[in-house]
């Protein structure tokens, strides 16, 4: 565990000394947030509602800021595998002395961190800009609470690893298939969806929310955030829950398929 | 007078042979792995179709929004998509042009007698560019059944928004002939194009409609063309011609400007 610590440690040290790119991330989160502000502004405007699907202009806009915090963190490590598949240089890693895979995901989530941090305030700053609403430091409760605001930061870090261990899995698909980015895609636009990116669950229609609501898509983008804009205890119990129960089952399925990905393995010299 | 028009039919000719060769030969080097191209292609256009998402949650919510429906919506999409596979498809590089400018890589292009910015802009081609097309001509003919007969004026206003958008990357992208690695720069300008293209433009207040106007023409890509297929006028149609013919020329000036300014990096490389 010491060995997966540390390299989760150095692979944090190395992103943030690449500042200049983290800055450009932070750009990207101004002009998303930018966007959707307009974009919620106009259509709450245009309903003449002050809530939608329970959300006020403020809750939705710091639901948004939170979510893309999460998502835009993550990182792409299954390029980085798949490359080492297509290569050969994975044959390299068998030699050390850790699992490949969860080597991978201690670096995918040292490469978050330093990218969670500087989206988490500049996705704030730009919501307290744009709403003149900061209800942390206004100290309400309820939404954006403090508690709110510890929630989403343990269920962020949950929500950041079970994003790694997808990444893993994606990019150990190069074992069978040649061009493993579409699954990406995929898994990142099922993120936007039904992982309620975009928008929380509660806009959804009945059958859809209900059939999305066991599925480990919103663990990572709409549970977190949740908690931040609508703190309940009991939603944050069942929300962790089911955040542990999706990481246990994806290391267990991360670890059958590096199994049978190592022997597809055939090693040519050296 | 004769002579003139005769020496730029022949270079048009040229340009001509040398987008279709390239369009040819990377389709075909493209099919030699026929599966990574069909899974990228595909992958591709259920990506696009699953941004549609959105709004068909939000439209199930409010009728219209400032005079755009989901059918709207899903016409601008349906613009921006097939203008942007249009361009990456044909220009595979047009997104590429500070990184090819700052690694020195334009050497190949100079040493060739062809025109070395339509050289560079073509002589890639994207791979899931083709599932923007085919997603962009679907969700059209979907989005407005029966509208077979816009389907012309639906191309060619496709075509102009993916020049718009290979236009205003190469004037971001030379930028590096000035400010060396301006790679960030010109790839977050050209998000910013494209992310607010994908909006109607009537959502964003007053201040950002005129930026979207002019620094980041994103109106010119998706809600200037989606508003003419809905509502035809050929004022509005030349102001588009007009601007894309003023951009492109822009796009050309200061690509060659920048291009005495170019260093060779002395790089040597193997070309396939």
């Known amino acids: 565990m ?76 299954f390029v980085e595998i798949s490359e080492a598949v297509k290569k050969g240089d994975i044959a390299y890693t068998l030699a050390r002395p850790l699992s490949y895979p969860f080597y991978q995901v201690a670096n995918s989530l040292g490469n978050s961190a330093p990218r969670f941090v500087l989206n988490l305030l500049t996705a704030a700053a730009v919501v307290v800009v744009g709403t003149g609403c900061a209800p942390v430091l206004r100290g309400a409760e309820g939404a954006g609470s403090m508690p709110g605001l510890l929630a989403f930061l343990g269920m962020a870090a949950l929500a ?94 991360v670890g059958l398929v590096w199994r049978r990905a190592r022997r597809r393995l055939v090693v040519h010299g050296g | 007078m004769d002579e003139l028009t005769n020496e730029w039919m022949d270079e048009v000719m040229k340009t001509a ?40 949650v939000l439209f199930d919510r409010l009728p219209t929004l400032r005079g755009w429906d989901l059918a709207g919506v899903m016409t601008l999409y349906g613009i921006v998509a097939f203008g942007f596979g249009a361009a990456t498809v044909v220009c595979g590089n047009g997104f590429l042009v500070a990184r090819v400018i700052a690694s020195g890589d334009m050497d190949y292009y100079l040493a060739l007698p062809a025109d070395p910015l339509v050289h560079l802009l073509v002589s890639r081609m994207s791979l899931p560019g083709w599932g923007d097309l085919v997603f962009g001509l679907a969700v059209f003919l979907v989005a407005a059944p029966g509208r077979w007969a816009s389907l012309p004026l639906f191309l060619l206003l496709g075509l102009i928004a993916g020049l718009v958008l290979v236009a205003f990357s190469v004037l971001v992208g030379s930028l590096a ?7 960030n720069l010109a790839t977050q300008a050209i998000n910013a194009i494209i992310t607010f293209g994908l909006y109607p433009v009537e959502i964003f207040p007053g201040v950002v409609r005129v930026l979207l106007y002019t620094l980041i ?4 890509v998706g809600s200037v063309p989606a508003a003419l297929l809905s509502d035809f006028h050929w004022g509005r149609m030349a102001t588009l011609v007009g601007f894309t013919a003023g951009i492109t020329l822009a796009a050309r000036c200061v690509f060659q400007r920048g291009l005495r300014r170019y260093e060779s990096g002395n790089l040597v490389t193997v070309r396939g």
């Open chain 2, 177 to 183: 002939f000035w400010v060396g690695n301006a790679d």
């Open chain 2, 17 to 56: 042979r040398l987008v279709w060769g390239y369009l040819r030969h990377n389709l075909m080097s493209a099919m030699a792995y026929r599966g990574a191209f069909f899974l990228q292609a595909f992958g591709m256009l259920l990506n696009d179709a699953m941004l549609l998402f959105f709004w068909w």
């Open chain 1, 2 to 77: 010491t060995r997966y610590a540390f390299i989760l440690r150095t692979a944090a040290r190395q992103q943030w000394v690449y500042r200049a790119e983290l800055a450009m991330r932070a750009v990207q989160m101004v002009l998303f947030m930018g966007v959707f502000m307009a974009l919620w502004s106009t259509a709450f405007g245009v309903s003449g509602q002050a809530e939608l699907a329970g959300y006020s202009l403020a809750e939705m806009v710091w639901y948004l800021a939170m979510t893309e915090t999460i998502t835009l963190s993550s990182s792409r490590v």
């Open chain 2, 217 to 220: 023409p994103a109106a010119f």
């Open chain 1, 160 to 253: 950041l690893l079970l994003d790694a261990l997808v990444a893993v899995l994606i990019g150990l698909l190069a074992f069978w298939i040649e061009e493993v980015t579409p699954a990406f895609w995929i898994y990142q636009k099922l993120l936007f969806t039904v992982g309620g990116l975009f928008l929380p669950l509660e806009m959804f229609p009945d059958w859809l929310r209900q059939a999305v609501r066991w599925l480990p898509f919103q663990f990572i983008a709409y549970a977190p955030a949740r908690a931040f804009v609508a703190f309940e205890p009991g939603f944050v119990l069942r929300a962790a829950a089911g955040q542990a129960g999706y990481v246990v089952a994806l290391v267990a399925l």
